[in-house]
């Protein structure tokens, strides 16, 4: 099926440019796009062909004689593009409400129909870990929430904590009570499906702790 559309691409555009997943249904694909990125519907329209989002239908329509699409919806307006080596439709500097349902209908001789669901993620920032009470090295981490965020303290291996929120204008924090005698072990781990970013706790903590530190010198 789908792969006969990959017919004669090379292997690394797609798998750079047009990765796509099955889902539970065999016509729609999962896939994900990035704030401000590329995205490639891969599927190949030579001749004739549409590309359908969502509500508002057709986007973008491919003909013989006029090998360009014509777009019809001002927000696409220099963003969508249809490559006529390729076959496929492009659309470039992603944003978070581009998310939706795509289709690509190619009506060459072949028939066919795709679904794309497409959801846009921005990249995380670093998250921040800040020193909440030194004498306790009570630290809290926070970064900045969106689309499908986790916030997470682990120790080596170990998750610790972990946090997410529906309610993407409050920026997520996870306090975390940290074992000074092992406080380079912990990571604070901010991720989403398309970027993770880690912090570590800084050296305040335990430098203005010096009864804990005390112990471990040896003379
Ligand atoms: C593809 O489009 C370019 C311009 O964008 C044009 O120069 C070229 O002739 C086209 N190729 C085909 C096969 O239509
Ligand atoms: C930070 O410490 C203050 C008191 O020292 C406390 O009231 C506050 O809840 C702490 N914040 C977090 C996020 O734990
Ligand atoms: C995880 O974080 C929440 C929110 O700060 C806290 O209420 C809970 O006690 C923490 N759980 C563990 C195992 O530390």
Redesign the pocket.
Same mark, same amino acid.
Do not use: G, K, L, Q
């Given at each position: 099926m789908t792969t006969l559309q990959y017919l004669g691409i090379s292997v690394r555009f797609i798998i750079v440019l047009c990765s796509a997943q099955h889902s539970a249904q065999p016509e729609t694909f999962q896939v994900k796009g990035i704030v401000g990125k590329i995205h490639c519907f891969p599927v190949m329209v030579l001749k004739s062909g549409n590309l359908l989002y969502g509500d508002l239908g057709n986007i973008a329509h491919v003909y013989p004689g006029k090998?360009?699409p014509t777009n019809l919806e001002k927000r696409f307006k220099n963003r969508l593009h249809w *490559? *006529?080596?390729t076959g496929f439709f492009t659309l470039s500097d992603l944003q978070i409400d581009d998310s939706g349902v795509y289709t690509v209908e190619n009506t060459d001789e072949w028939k066919t129909t795709h679904t794309f669901q497409l959801t846009v993620y921005y990249v995380l920032s670093k998250p921040q870990v800040t020193v909440n009470d030194s004498s306790s090295c009570t630290v809290v981490c926070s970064v900045e929430n969106g689309r499908e965020v986790t916030l997470s303290w682990y120790r080596g291996g170990e998750i610790l904590n972990q946090t997410s929120s529906p309610d993407h204008n409050i920026a997520l924090s996870l306090p975390l009570k940290v074992d000074v005698q092992t406080r380079d072990s912990y990571r604070c781990e901010a991720a989403n499906p398309v970027s993770k970013e880690t912090a570590v706790v800084p050296h305040s903590c335990i430098e203005s702790d010096p009864s804990k530190v005390t112990g471990k010198r040896i003379w």
């Open positions: 090998r360009t *490559n *006529n080596v």
